[in-house]
């Protein structure tokens, strides 16, 4: 049962009970109770449909342009990356204590940093293109010691099921075959799960059905994806990717000898050996540390 320590209009002081950490241990994935303030929500959201309509700061462009997505100009949707870093409101959403927390215990770990966030906006009615292929995040994250990094999938809104909610397939982290699984761009989910090892699974990936003030967190080796929004208001949720404090950067090297690289590699500073700082407070800011 969850760890409900105190209930407010706002929502409830939560923390994952023993039984939710060997679920999420279990399935890869587990759905909070609903714990996010509204008031911190509707800010965040006033904040994003300002921001989405000026241009981003000169600090971050050049970086994030590779990977932002609009629907405006052609994209089956909205795919906005590192708004905590630009947006002061989605900055403290992000930073909300109980949900680093939560994290921290779900992973094991001693403390949590801020891996980076991206804001997802599915159109009503949406096309087949707006479909994300099963992946794992571990796929993108390769250069990260850690196994244990998770997301925090935090919806703006009620997710019904007909919104083409994020999907898990749960007990997936387990699988031996889902490292490789970069293919979120790809939308033939059956033939991506043969490809993730899966065969003979005949179990149902479960759709984070959720009202707004709940969180669900899903491990990166999980695959997950989602189906095109058939509903008729837009799906909106921030992913926020969350890393153990003690991750760090590993030198890691495509089959033809380049060097693998991420988006936060442009951000943040360099260590002494001139390799990424993955604990670049600046880029990754500590959410949350035992105190231990």
Excluded at 106 to 122: M, S, Y
Excluded at 166 to 193: K, Y
Aim: glycine share 6%; hydrophobic share 40%; with cysteine.
């Amino acid at each position: 049962m969850a760890q409900i320590i105190n209930s407010t209009n706002l929502g409830e002081v939560w923390s994952p009970c023993a039984e939710e950490v060997e679920a999420f241990s279990q399935n890869g994935w587990l759905i909070s109770p609903i714990f996010l303030p509204s008031e911190l929500l509707d800010l965040a959201w006033t904040a994003i449909e300002r921001f989405v309509e000026e241009p981003p700061s000169a600090e971050i462009a050049p970086a994030i342009n590779l990977t932002d997505l609009r629907h405006r100009e052609g994209a089956a949707f909205d795919h906005l990356g590192y708004l905590s870093l630009q947006v002061e409101a989605v900055r403290k959403l992000v930073a909300f204590p109980l949900l680093a927390a939560a994290a921290a215990r779900l992973a094991g770990a001693q403390g949590i940093r801020l891996f980076h966030d991206r804001l997802i906006v599915k159109p009503p009615e949406s096309e087949e293109a707006s479909t994300v292929g099963w992946h794992t995040d571990r796929a993108y994250w390769l250069t990260c010691t850690s196994t244990q990094m998770l997301t925090a999938w935090i919806p703006f809104q009620d997710i019904e099921p007909e919104m083409g909610p994020l999907m898990v397939v749960g007990g997936s982290h387990r699988w031996p075959e889902t490292e490789h699984m970069a293919t979120s761009h790809r939308s033939d989910m059956d033939q991506l799960l043969v490809e993730a090892g899966a065969a003979p699974w005949d179990g149902r990936p479960e759709p984070m059905v959720l009202r707004r003030g709940q969180v669900s967190f899903h491990h990166c080796m999980a695959l997950h994806g989602s189906l095109p929004n058939r509903g008729n208001r837009p799906r909106a949720a921030l992913a926020v990717h969350l890393q153990p404090s003690e991750n760090r950067y590993r030198l890691v090297n495509r089959p033809d000898g380049r060097r693998l690289g991420h988006t936060n590699d442009l951000l943040c500073r360099t260590t002494a050996e001139g390799l990424p700082d993955y604990a670049d407070p600046a880029v990754f800011p500590l959410l949350w540390a035992s105190d231990e």
